[in-house]
Each structure stands twice: as structure tokens, then as C-alpha cells.
């Protein structure tokens, strides 16, 4: 079956570290997209992609950085990790075109900045 | 997009339907309205979407009123399963833009 996976499923880091975040699907989407979530905030959008070499930024984008070389992949890059970006990261991916399509998600990723 | 109001909590019996208001007095007529749920620690997972007519799928039903100012999100017999923080969600579906906008969402309290 189809599905999106992220890794790792939790990670500590210290503060100025480069992090990356993996997200894979096997859906064969073409968007794609990361999502924080923290306390009191529900998810906001951090990046999102339409496509092979297409990225845009969400409403939280700063400190974060992606890149989208095939369909099946959209990893998340921290250049410099803070302790503000301490967060659970959530991936997605949809179909392209048509009037609406549903968002998968993944299970999270829950990181720790010290 | 339009923003929406949700009520922060709710407490439902197992058994009897959930009826969660959202209130989306802004909303345009080119606006849909989408509902997702979060269990606890996973992703957040579709349940519905309508623009004006009622909708319902094997989940849920959804009522918008004539004004489309505001919907009901219905678990018709709710279960201990469906505790869960939902979210009411109002956008413009264009082709390629699904970008989803959160709020703060219902939490949803099924208690036996």
C-alpha cells in the first residue's frame, strides 16, 4: 500500500546543529508539503513544493530551508538548529490538479533543540 | 481566506452524534469548507469538504446553513475512536494551491 513516512520518529539535537528531517511517499504525489505543530499554535505551514525542483515558502519559513530533486522525497533542513524550532514536524503530499485533494499526512517527527 | 471560530473543547457519550459548530461569518462565495481530525500524536487525517450543499461520507455528515456563515460537523454516533482535536478549515480550492491554514481547532472528549 501507498503510504509517507518520516524519519527520524524523535531526534535531540544541540543548538547550531544542521538537522534534516526525511519525508518519503509512495504515493506518487506531486505536492508535497511540512507543517510545525507546537502548543496553542495548530500547524503552520513551513515550506511546500508543486513539483521536481519547485519549493515555496509557508508562513514560518525562516530557519528552514528544503529541496525537491525526485517526486517521492521532500526533506526538511534546519541550517542551524534553535531551541524555538523545538516542535513535532509534520510531512504531507497530495494529488496535483483537479478541484480539491486530500492532504496525506505522516505520522510526525518530534524534535528537541537543548 | 476566511478565518473561523471553533469552540476550544467539547465532551460527547459514546454512542450519541458529536455536532461541532464552526463559525466562518467571512467566508466567500468561492469558499469551501473542509474538516480535518487529529488523534492523539498522529497526523491529521480528511474527513469532508463541502461549499454549500449538506455533505456526507462514511465518516460524517456536514450541514452548512443557507448563509453559509457557519457549518456542523456530525459523527452520528460518536465512539471513543473519535477523540480527537478538529479542525474547520475555509479556503478557495484552486488547481495546485492546497495549502491547509490550521487553527486552533475542537478538542473532542468521548467519555463511556
Known amino acids: 500500500d501507498a503510504e509517507i513516512t518520516q524519519s527520524p520518529r524523535h531526534k535531540i539535537t544541540e543548538t547550531g546543529r544542521q538537522v534534516t528531517l526525511a519525508c518519503h511517499q509512495t504515493w506518487n504525489h506531486n505536492n508535497m508539503f511540512w507543517y510545525r505543530q507546537d502548543l496553542g499554535h495548530g500547524l503552520r505551514l513551513i515550506h511546500y513544493?508543486?513539483?521536481?525542483?519547485?519549493?515555496n515558502k509557508g508562513e514560518v519559513s525562516d530557519g528552514y530551508s528544503v529541496s525537491r530533486s525526485n517526486t517521492e522525497d521532500l526533506p526538511l533542513t534546519l541550517e542551524s538548529a534553535a531551541s524555538s524550532q523545538t516542535s513535532v514536524y509534520f510531512c504531507a503530499s497530495s494529488e496535483a490538479g483537479g478541484l480539491y485533494n486530500e492532504q496525506f499526512f505522516g505520522p510526525g517527527t518530534r524534535l528537541t533543540v537543548l | 481566506d476566511a478565518k473561523t471560530t471553533q469552540p476550544t473543547s467539547m465532551d460527547c457519550a459514546e454512542g450519541r452524534a458529536a455536532n461541532l459548530p464552526c463559525n466562518h461569518s467571512?467566508?466567500?462565495?468561492?469558499?469551501?469548507v473542509y474538516w480535518y481530525r487529529q488523534i492523539h500524536s498522529q497526523g491529521p487525517q480528511y474527513i469532508i469538504h463541502?461549499?454549500?450543499n449538506n455533505e456526507t461520507n462514511e465518516m460524517a455528515s456536514l450541514i452548512i446553513t443557507e448563509d453559509r456563515k457557519s457549518s456542523t460537523l456530525i459523527l452520528p454516533h460518536a465512539t471513543l475512536r473519535d477523540t480527537a482535536v478538529y479542525y474547520c478549515?475555509?479556503?478557495?480550492?484552486?488547481?495546485?494551491?492546497?495549502?491547509?491554514?490550521f487553527g486552533t481547532g475542537t478538542r473532542l472528549q468521548v467519555f463511556p
Open positions: 467571512t467566508i466567500s462565495g468561492n469558499e469551501y
Open positions: 478549515i475555509v479556503r478557495v480550492p484552486f488547481y495546485n494551491t492546497d495549502k491547509l491554514i
Open positions: 513544493s508543486y513539483g521536481v525542483q519547485d519549493t
Open positions: 463541502g461549499l454549500k
